[in-house]
């Protein structure tokens, strides 16, 4: 994995987000994800500017594909599935790349995205325990942001904050 500039990246460009600030979520989109805080919180965002771009497949796809049928902010967007010899640009189609583990999985497993995530060199949001070791890395080495799972209000605010940090 390679950092390249969100600029220049084929996803980025063909959905035509060169100006919006993008959060990535990729990878499963499983039960322990916590997919239905992530949505909520996108309907709560008031930056006009932020995207939570979902790339990849999982039990949670269809979620996913109704919110974005049913919600009028047009914030979410799905880009499918890319193989794994693109993800290089698929890793690289943000600003900002989002993990996410349920509370209810603490101690019991790291996201394996998180390192996929941090070898493309984007600033991290991790939805879970910040006592956890992802949570740890991102705050002991300043790559990111904390939040706690299952709080799609404080979701928001954080995010909202980060775009206006962006803009």
Do not use: H
Request: hydrophobic share 35%; aromatic share 10%; glycine share 8%.
């Amino acid at each position: 994995i390679i950092p390249m500039r969100k600029e220049d990246n084929n996803i980025i460009k063909n959905l035509n987000l060169q100006d919006k600030i993008v959060f990535s979520f990729v990878g499963n989109f499983g039960l322990v994800q916590g997919i239905q805080n992530l949505l909520e919180a996108s309907s709560l965002v008031k930056n006009k500017n932020f995207i939570l771009l979902f790339i990849g497949d999982g039990s949670e796809k269809n979620k996913i594909e109704q919110f974005i049928k049913y919600n009028n902010k047009n914030n979410v967007i799905y880009a499918g599935k890319y193989p794994n010899s693109e993800e290089n640009i698929f890793l690289n189609a943000c600003d900002i790349s989002l993990i996410s583990l349920d509370e209810s999985m603490y101690g019991l497993g790291v996201p394996s995205k998180t390192y996929y995530n941090m070898s493309a060199g984007k600033p991290l949001l991790y939805i879970g325990c910040r006592y956890s070791e992802v949570g740890r890395v991102i705050i002991d080495n300043q790559i990111g942001w904390v939040c706690e799972s299952r709080n799609p209000k404080k979701l928001a605010n954080l995010i909202d904050e980060i775009c206006r940090e962006k803009d």
